[in-house]
């Protein structure tokens, strides 16, 4: 398979805890994002980066959010100090350059108990 | 502030019946429009992709259009069947440089009655 892939699917902790999710983008796409989707709502936008560059980040990343790519490949999303709110469906997509479309990973399902 | 609304929320269809969903947005401003599937607590499935030029995409029993100077997009969906359940996402991406976020609707939820 060689599409978008997540690691953990899913994932339960407790309140305080930190946890770290993982996005493997497809192989040649040098664009990678971030999204975080709630019960009954669309994707809302986190974070993106072009390689290893990080060019945006939405006021929602508050700073308990870092994101990272270090060579331009796969990326982490880290949430420290979890709380109750974060629990969401976190999703990865990639993209090329001047390419048609964003592609979809299926997603890091977080429950903060 | 980009605003996309999809309506209906919900809609049940007889199986075999052709079906209109439909996306709007509030800024004309757009690179492209991008319509997704979502299968409950899964990822999203790319469907089309219509460009700001383009008037319409069409895959297989799918076809989307787009009217940029009204903001709004139409997936049609020809002869549903069951397997057509799912919820779809309409998204789009602004035209300025740089900007490369995709702005959601929060879906419409499709069920066909078999």
């Known amino acids: 398979d060689t599409g978008v892939s997540q690691d953990p699917r899913h994932k339960i902790t407790k309140r305080g805890q930190n946890v770290t999710f993982r996005c493997d983008p497809i192989?040649?796409?040098?664009?990678l994002y971030w999204y975080r989707q709630t019960l009954g709502q669309g994707p809302e936008f986190l974070t993106y980066f072009q390689n290893e560059a990080q060019l945006e980040k939405s006021r929602l990343l508050s700073d308990r959010f870092s994101a990272e790519r270090p060579k331009g490949s796969f990326s982490t999303l880290e949430i420290q100090r979890t709380e109750q709110g974060d629990s969401a469906m976190y999703l990865c997509?990639?993209?090329?350059?001047?390419?048609?479309?964003?592609?979809f990973g299926p997603g890091t399902r977080l429950t903060v108990l | 502030k980009q605003e996309v609304t999809q309506i209906p929320a919900a809609l049940s269809v007889p199986e075999g019946e052709n079906l209109v969903l439909n996306c709007s947005f509030t800024d004309s401003a757009i690179y492209n429009l991008q319509w997704f599937r979502q299968d409950p607590g899964k990822g999203l499935t790319s469907l089309l992709l219509i460009q700001s030029s383009q008037r319409e995409q069409t895959s297989g029993r799918l076809n989307a259009s787009l009217d940029k100077s009204s903001g709004r997009s139409t997936l049609y969906i020809a002869a549903s069947q069951p397997g057509d359940s799912a919820t779809y996402l309409c998204a789009v991406r602004a035209s300025n440089f740089g900007n490369e976020k995709l702005t959601f609707g929060t879906g419409t939820r499709l069920t066909i009655i078999p």
């Open positions: 997509a990639s993209s090329l350059t001047g390419g048609l479309g964003q592609f």
């Open positions: 192989s040649e796409h040098n664009r």
